[in-house]
């Protein structure tokens, strides 16, 4: 017995074109991210820098009127301060356990004047220290 003849069709179609896989795009790597952050950090330091030598800049106009007229160290924790507060001048005293009034200056202290070169911090303290007594009403 002979099978019917079947009629196939086949479809031809054209070849299609191989596929080349897309390179997936590369981000900026470790040295961009580096070029980056060294750049950020740098702009904020620069801004930074620049903020302080502005005048005015972060400031009440005029100052705020408070002025460290001198200080005299008397322990590793402890030390005395004279500060001109709008014209007046408090002896502060300033310790681990905080800021008090020890004294109100009826007479203000003379501001030194920067002496030429690098002064030595022993030369310093001795005047402060005679000043203070003085006003105090003591003798040095």
């Given at each position: ?26 981000g ?9 952050l ?31 007229v001198g ?10 301060v ?5 014209g007046?001048?408090l ?12 004294h ?13 070169g ?5 030369n310093l ?16």
């Open positions: 017995m002979k099978k019917p003849a079947t009629a196939h069709t086949a479809t031809v179609g054209h070849p299609t074109k191989p596929q080349a896989f897309a390179k997936p795009a590369d900026p790597g470790v040295g961009g991210a580096v070029f980056a060294i750049l950020v950090v740098s702009l904020i330091l620069g801004l930074g820098w620049l903020a302080k030598r502005m005048p005015g800049f972060g400031r009440v106009a005029g100052g705020n009127g408070l002025r460290v200080s005299l160290s008397l322990g590793p924790r402890d030390r005395v004279v500060v001109d507060v709008g007046t001048q002896l502060l005293g300033v310790g681990q356990n905080g800021m008090t009034t020890l109100t200056l009826s007479e203000p202290l003379p501001v030194a004047q920067p002496s030429q690098t002064p030595n911090l022993q303290a001795t005047p402060f220290a005679q000043l203070l007594a003085k006003h105090l009403g003591k003798k040095p």
